[in-house]
Every structure is written in C-alpha cells, then in structure tokens.
C-alpha cells in the first residue's frame, strides 16, 4: 500500500480506531468549482452497526457462514438493474433511463446495509508521486497524487458519494502516519473490499483512443461460439475499424493500473461487483472478462497480432495485464463468488508468480500487497514481521507457509542470488528470474487449452521425495533451516544458460566428456531426452505418453516448419512466426551439446513423419517451448541429465549453476534441489528436473545403502 498522503495536522483527522468495533474510516466527496480544490468529508464508521432489516436477513436465511458478497447478492437479488446496452456506434438520441448509468455500483437508499449507510471502496494506482493536489479534507489542507485527485474529482461530478454512500480510500481513510494501524488496515483489507457495495476500479484518464476499448469489449461479450472468431468479424457500419478497436484495447492493458500489485486483492475481493472506470466511461467486471476472453478464443490470440502489426506496424502487444486477467483474476474472483469462503486462498508459488511482474514502490510490498490472497494464519504470522527489513521478511514468509503446510515446497524457490541478500533456502520475492510461463502447471495460451481454469497443482505433479514428510527446525533465529534428506548426484556438464529474452549463452556451455548415459542404449536415451524436454509433462499436467516422442521431429526452425505445417493445414502452428524463437533459439544453441558420443542435434529430424497428429504436436511444442525458459540443461555424475535452475537476468556471471553442485532429495519437496556445499553448511540453488527421479526412484538407492540420510544445514 503506497504512502501518498501529508497533512497539516494528522492527529486531528486521525482519532485512534476501535478494533473490536470494526471501525473504517469513509469519505464523503462534496461538489467542487473547477480549479478550485476538491472538498471532502472523512468520517470513523463501525462495519458492526448493520441495519436490524439486514441483520434479521442474514439470520433467517442461515447465511452467516456466507461471505460478505454472497450475502449481498442475496440481499439484492430481488432488484433488478438494466445493464448498458452494447453497441459501437453512439445512438442518435439514448434514452437513459434505459439503463443504469452505474452498472449496480450505486444502491438504493432502501438496500442500504448499515444504519449510517453504505460504501464502496476505490481501486487505483498511485501514479507519479511528485505530482500532488491539494484536496480539502475536513477543513483541511491534504496532499495527494494527482491521479487520486483526479478520480475523486470526476466522481464528485456524479454526486453519488456526497451522503449516506460513502467511499473508501486507503491513502486518505488509513492514517500513513501510525505504524500501529498502517498494517492493521492492511490485513483488514481484504475485509474491507469484499464487505464494501461495489469497488470501483479507477483505470485513469486522458487517453483519447482508450475510449474505443470499453465499447469494444462490451461488443466482444455479446457474441457466442464461432460469432468470436476475430477474422470473421462484421463490425456496424460507422464504427472504426477492427485495427482502431484493438489499438484501444492494447493501449488500455498498457496503463499502469493493471501493473500495481495492491489491484489483485482489491478485484478479487469485488468480484461481480467491480466496475471499471476510464473517465467517464464504465464497464462491469463481468463484462471486462467475458469481453477479454474472446481474445483467447481459437486462433484470435495470433490474428489480434498479425491485424495491429498490419495496421500500425511495430505497435505491439504488451500481455501481461492480459493474461493476469484472464490467467489469474477471472479464475480467482470465480472461486470467491462460490459457496465456500476462502476458496481463492494462494499458495505460495502462485503468490510468488503474482507478485513478479507487478510494480511496488517498497519491496516489502511485493508480500503485504498479497497477504489477503493468503490463508488467514499464515498472513497474521506474516503481518507480525510488518516492520522487517526484505531479508527477515523473506525467510518470515518462507518460515510462514513451511510451519503451516507442514511441507518444505518453498524451497522450491529458493536460491543465492536474490537482490534482498537474504537466506538461499527462503524465496526473495524481488528476484527478476522467476518465469511464470515455466512452470509445468502454466495453462498455456493455445487450442488446446482454456487458460482461465485453474491450474494443476504443482504440489501433486511430481513425487520425488517418495511421500516421506518433511522434518525441520529453525535455529540461530532466523536465518538457518535444518532439515533431512540426502545427495544422489551431481552437476557434471552444463547446456547454455538463458542471457535475457531472446538469447542463449552458447560460450557458456560446459561439456562432459566423461559422460556415458545411464538410461541405456541410443533409442533409450533418446525416449529419456524427448521426456526431459518435456518435463515429462504435457498439458494440465498430464504425464506424456509414446505418441510425444514425437518433439524429436519438430523442426529446428519456422523455415523448415512452416511448409509442412502449411501443407497439414496446421493453421494454428503456421501461425507461430512469432512465437517459434526459444525452442528454435535453444536447439541451435545446443546442435552440438554431447551426450556422451553423441551430439544432442543427432537425435533430432526435420521432417515431420506423414500420418503425423496435429494435436500431438502442439502439445510437444507448447511444453517445450514452456521447458526451455528458467532452467539450464544439465548432465550429471551418474549418467543422466534433466535441468537446474537458471539466472536469466543476469549480469553477474558468477551467479550461476555450477559444475560440481549436488543434486539432493529433501523430505518433504516433491522435486529434486540442486544444493551447493558453504563451509559446513548448505545453499539451495534452486529447483531441478533429473529424468528417471521424479516419482520416488531415488529412495531404492537409500533402501540399498548407496545414498545415506543426512541433517542438511541451509543458509
């Protein structure tokens, strides 16, 4: 939660809230003259002083197990509100009362739910902070950034929150000031928005073209099965073109809004109750997903490209805001409108995800804009390390999901190299290494898969601890964990890491020459390579079957895929122009990489065999294309290879896997850890993949007495 306010007098405005009374404070917004400062009303309400109408509603409905938004959905479920009509062209003359200007954010008097009225709670991003208005905030002076002035400023101009609907804003309604009730709020917050009527998420303004893209998106909502395909789209006559629509859309998941980590809770917690708001023009949640989604329809995802690229030429899509929508938020805000309440509980890699690609002013806050996606005991353990600076912090919320889920998947994510400097085995949450798209779980953007169900659980995908729980303790307070397992093997060759983006590091590579291959003979060790390629995986977390040996004749390169998928009538994989680069990128990078007398690139072929399976090939080339990314090839000791984690921005080149380091089972994590010896102790350095050890394999070398249970110290 970003620090964005100062005022004259702090003590004055701020008198200390009732906890055990549930006290907020609201703001009432008065009109305002232009160029005058904007007048407000910031006053102290009890969440417990419901209306006895209310009260008496919710007990004899049996509903006090019920979150505070399924309540209110019961609660409104007799009023009917007209939503907007879709069109794209603006009508001639619009009758407005045939629709609700405020989509549902905006109750009747008669709904009100607390005796001094209702609320809603605002969404927004903080903007540049050198850029301060003043507002008047009971009679007195307040500095806040000028894109919080400016949303309140165009919602005094609807007159709604000026009596007994109020508004909550975290900038103004939490005294910054008060390092006791700063973390309270934030912990109350997930409270406060899903308690809240509506949030409003306020998106920004002062961009001309952004205005196409509600219009567009209300459009795209309307239609139903093949209707969505993109390339067959009749726009009305008078409407701009298809190109203007998506140059508004792209531009509007550009804005800033969508890349402020505190947005995920607030729109979760809204759920169907969310209006997005761009000056004056709003759209429902609902509508926002629905409409977005089409874009993930068929073979839209690749013609959204090619038509912006035809038309504005090297315009393009910045996909992140997208796919935290349709990936993350459409799935999560569905698990929190279901029956059972905390079903949108995150566990820890998914937080770790969320929180990677999103801006926070303050570090810490890559952890406390989270903490009520968390399960509600680990986030008040979490909330007790407030004042932490990020290397306590980390190993705090590492220590937080251990204790409480009795496993040791965190150190999963681990690793030295985090900017924090804080403990290996505890995940630093700053990292810029962590891909998301990596993961075996990822539901990947394709034919084959719809990306807003939920993901596999990456706890369940792989078993290599063979079930024996985890056993650990603290000690020296926070920065040592000591718990069980034991070394099978180590990193003897190394393939070429990851230099950014678009890049593979061949002058890095390291080969083995002494390397002979445990798997057996070539046919062998070719099954056991297309396997490791693929994490043994494919989509949704399926085991790979015979059929996806298959990735052994994917084509080097588009150029000699192109005419065979052309040919087939691929057309999904004809159009990975763009997209086709890391496993093309990766394969030449390793042509030459020797497994043991042979070159990798010998196991491969071009030619794609003639009775060959569309759909099978998409899967080899969607789960390679998600292997190769994060991680490092590697060979070890003993004759096998599979992958260890990679440092992908990386300048330092010291900070990296090495040659030499262990491979090790911990009790307790359901994959491999590469560790590497610190004196009398140990690092985690990350994750690994080894084929042939990924289901308990490597507990019969424990049983025969070839590998011995150990105390591993991790620093």
């Not at 619009?94 to 969404?123: H, K, M």
């Not at 700053?430 to 779980?441: A, C, K, L, V, Y």
Request: charge should be negative; aromatic fraction near 12%.
């Amino acid at each position: 939660m970003e620090n964005e306010t100062t005022s004259t007098d702090q003590g004055a405005l701020y008198a200390p809230l009732n906890k055990t009374a549930h006290e907020i404070r609201l703001l009432t917004i008065k009109q305002c003259l232009p160029k005058q400062p904007l007048q407000c009303h910031l006053e102290t309400v009890s969440l417990t002083e419901v209306r006895p109408e209310y009260a008496s509603f919710i007990s004899s409905n049996g509903l006090s197990e019920q979150t505070p938004r399924q309540i209110k959905h019961k609660w409104t479920a007799s009023h009917q509100t007209i939503g907007p009509r879709p069109h794209l062209v603006a009508d001639e003359e619009e009758d407005d009362n045939e629709e609700d200007r405020f989509l549902g954010s905006v109750p009747e008097p008669s709904l009100y739910r607390y005796r001094w009225g209702d609320f809603a709670a605002l969404s927004y991003v903080w903007g540049d902070g050198s850029l301060r208005k003043t507002i008047i905030l009971n009679g007195q002076q307040m500095l806040v950034t000028a894109n919080l002035e400016r949303a309140l400023r165009t919602l005094a101009q609807d007159r709604v929150f000026d009596q007994d609907y109020k508004l909550w804003v975290d900038a103004v309604c939490i005294n910054q000031a008060d390092d006791q009730e700063r973390p309270h709020q934030i912990q109350k917050m997930r409270e406060i928005y899903s308690s809240s009527w509506a949030v409003v998420a306020w998106i920004g303004t002062g961009h001309p073209i952004v205005e196409y893209a509600f219009p567009f998106l209300e459009f795209l909502a309307t239609l139903e099965g093949e209707q969505r395909n993109l390339i067959d789209l009749v726009l009305p006559p008078g409407a701009p073109s298809l190109a203007q629509y998506l140059y508004a859309l792209s531009e509007l998941m550009k804005q800033d809004y969508w890349f402020r980590l505190w947005i995920i809770q607030e729109l979760i917690m809204g759920a169907s109750s969310t209006v997005l708001r761009h000056g004056d023009q709003l759209i429902s949640w609902q509508t926002f997903l629905k409409g977005l989604g089409v874009l993930y329809h068929g073979s839209n995802w690749l013609f959204k490209d090619n038509e912006l690229r035809r038309a504005r030429g090297n315009v393009s899509w910045h996909t992140y805001g997208m796919h935290l929508v349709h990936m993350d938020l459409r799935q999560l805000t569905r698990a929190e409108e279901e029956e059972e309440p905390g079903a949108s509980r995150l566990k820890f890699r998914r937080l770790l995800d969320m929180a990677n690609s999103s801006k926070c002013r303050d570090m810490k806050d890559k952890v406390f804009a989270l903490v009520g996606m968390m399960d509600p005991a680990i986030a008040a353990d979490i909330m007790q390390a407030y004042e932490f600076k990020p290397p306590k912090l980390f190993a705090a919320v590492a220590r937080a999901f251990i204790v409480h889920t009795n496993n040791l998947e965190a150190l999963r994510h681990g690793n030295p190299w985090g900017p924090a400097g804080g403990p290996s085995w505890a995940a630093d949450w700053t990292w810029p290494s962590r891909i998301r798209f990596s993961r075996p779980e990822y539901n990947m953007a394709g034919p084959l898969c719809d990306a807003s169900e939920p993901e596999v659980d990456p706890d369940t995908i792989y078993c290599a601890h063979g079930g024996i729980p985890a056993s650990y303790q603290f000690i020296d307070d926070w920065r040592l964990l000591q718990c069980h397992g034991f070394i099978f093997d180590e990193v003897s060759g190394l393939g070429a890491p990851e230099a950014g983006f678009f890049k593979w590091d061949e002058g890095r590579i390291v080969q083995c020459s002494t390397w002979r291959s445990a798997y057996g003979d070539a046919e062998a060790t070719g099954r056991a390579l297309w396997n490791t390629l693929l994490l043994s995986v494919i989509l949704r977390g399926e085991r790979a079957q015979d059929c996806h040996a298959a990735l052994l004749n994917l084509p080097s390169s588009f150029y000699h895929a192109l005419e065979q998928f052309q040919v087939k009538k691929w057309d999904w994989l004809s159009g990975q122009a763009g997209y086709y680069f890391k496993w093309q990128l990766w394969r030449n990078a390793h042509e030459n990489f020797m497994l043991g007398q042979q070159t990798l690139g010998s196991f491969f072929t071009d030619v794609i065999p003639g009775d060959a399976d569309e759909k099978t090939y998409i899967e080899v080339y969607c789960s390679a294309q998600r292997t190769v990314q994060q991680r490092r090839f590697i060979l070890t000791k003993q004759g096998y290879f599979g992958w260890g984690p990679d440092n992908v921005y990386n300048s330092d080149l010291s900070k990296e896997l090495r040659v030499g380091d262990k491979i090790a089972i911990v009790f307790g994590c359901s994959t491999p850890l590469v560790i590497r010896p610190k004196g009398g102790q140990y690092e985690v350095v990350g994750e690994a993949y080894v084929q042939g050890f990924m289901d308990g394999e490597a507990m019969g070398l424990v049983e025969s007495g070839q590998c011995e249970v150990k105390a591993f110290t991790f620093c």
